[in-house]
Structures are given as C-alpha cells and as structure tokens.
C-alpha cells in the first residue's frame, strides 16, 4: 500500500512536510509524483522526481509552475520515502494531496500526466488559512 502522510492546517506562510511511503514491498517505482484536487477542481500535478542510477537522491525533479521555488521534492533510499516539502504556502494550496508512483522510465512532460502513474495512494488534506 502506498501512503501519503503529513499534512495538516497551517497559516499562509507557513511550512508542512508530506511523506509518501510504501508499505509492505519494497517502494521499487522509478518515479513518484504528487497531484492535489481541491474542491470542484481537477485533479493537478505538483511536483515528481524520478530515480537516477536507482537512487532517489541524484534524480530529476520536476513542478508545476505556481509551486516551483517554493515546494521541493526528494527522496530518502534509506527510508524508502519521498518527500514533499512545501513552504511559503498560499490559500490556494489548499487541497488533498495524493502521491503515485511510475514504473515507466521516461523524462520530463510524462510524470506530468495522472495516466503515467501505475499506483496511487490515499490523500491527505492541506488546508491553508490566511
């Protein structure tokens, strides 16, 4: 099961890390993403990361443009986790964030699309008051 955890209520301008973490088998995906769904809208993507010679850490990383420079992505290989840290948050990132995993390799525009992702986790609720 692949579980995404740590959000939470937090004031504009604030920080929040979110986790996503695989249990039960080992988290084996070459990418994972992050898509958000706030209420009445789609569901967008936020942010990937993609391994590099197997690793996380070394790997491409790719965000949406309203969060580049204030959201990061990474990986831990030693906690089998990838990170989602967010800060400068806005009232418009108020959402329920969800984390997928891929098992395609490719680059770029493709961990942008939902339908590349292979295995998706329950979400979790980022509110963000201002």
């Known amino acids: 099961q692949l579980q995404a955890f740590g959000g939470g209520l937090v004031q504009a301008g604030g920080s929040l890390r979110l986790s996503c973490a695989a249990s039960g088998r080992t988290f084996s995906a070459f990418a994972v993403g992050w898509f958000r769904q706030a209420p009445g809208k789609e569901r967008e993507f936020v942010a990937a990361i993609s391994r590099r010679g197997g690793r996380w850490s070394g790997g491409s990383s790719y965000y949406e443009g309203s969060v580049q420079g204030r959201f990061t992505i990474s990986g831990d290989d030693a906690k089998n986790t990838v990170f989602l840290q967010m800060n400068s948050l806005k009232a418009e990132d108020t959402a329920v964030y969800y984390c997928?995993?891929?098992?395609?390799?490719?680059?770029?525009?493709?961990?942008?699309?939902?339908?590349?992702?292979?295995?998706w986790g329950q979400g979790t609720q980022v509110t963000v008051s201002s």
């Open positions: 997928a995993a891929s098992w395609s390799r490719a680059s770029g525009t493709h961990y942008y699309t939902a339908s590349s992702y292979d295995w």
